[in-house]
């Protein structure tokens, strides 16, 4: 996840974005389907496809988290870290390219519970 945000949020993938309900060529046998549900988000553009990876990939970097502060975690503990701090990273980078501190925030709120070392 943290690899596709990246390539969105480089620009690498540019004109040739399209957002995932017209994605699928017409006359492909592979047509996603479409969810009609209170509660659903579907993103339109790159920005939103972006924050929608980026927070998905916080939320498992948050499950992932490990509590026990005993040493024979200690690894297992830096390695989470890691791969929250690289989330957190492309995190900043979105959210205030598009102004959407406030996101930022609340994320980080929720982590800093998680991530003492």
């Known amino acids: 996840m943290?690899?596709?945000?990246e390539l969105l949020l480089q620009g690498l993938v540019g004109e040739k974005y399209k957002p995932p309900l017209n994605s699928a060529p017409k006359n492909s046998l592979w047509k996603p389907k479409y969810y009609a549900s209170l509660n659903q988000f579907i993103p339109r553009n790159e920005c939103e496809e972006t924050l929608l990876l980026l927070l998905v990939?916080?939320?498992m970097a948050v499950r992932n988290a490990?509590?026990?502060?005993?040493?024979?975690?200690?690894?297992i503990r830096l390695s989470a870290y890691q791969d929250a701090?690289?989330?957190y990273d492309l995190l900043?980078?979105?959210t205030v390219r598009w102004g959407q501190i406030a996101l930022l925030q609340e994320s980080l709120e929720r982590s800093m519970k998680?991530?003492?070392?």
């Open 2 to 5: 943290c690899q596709m945000a």
């Open 57 to 59: 990939a916080e939320s």
């Open 66 to 75: 490990v509590l026990s502060q005993s040493p024979e975690f200690k690894e």
């Open 85 to 87: 701090t690289t989330v």
């Open 92 to 94: 900043t980078v979105a």
């Open 114 to 117: 998680f991530f003492m070392l």
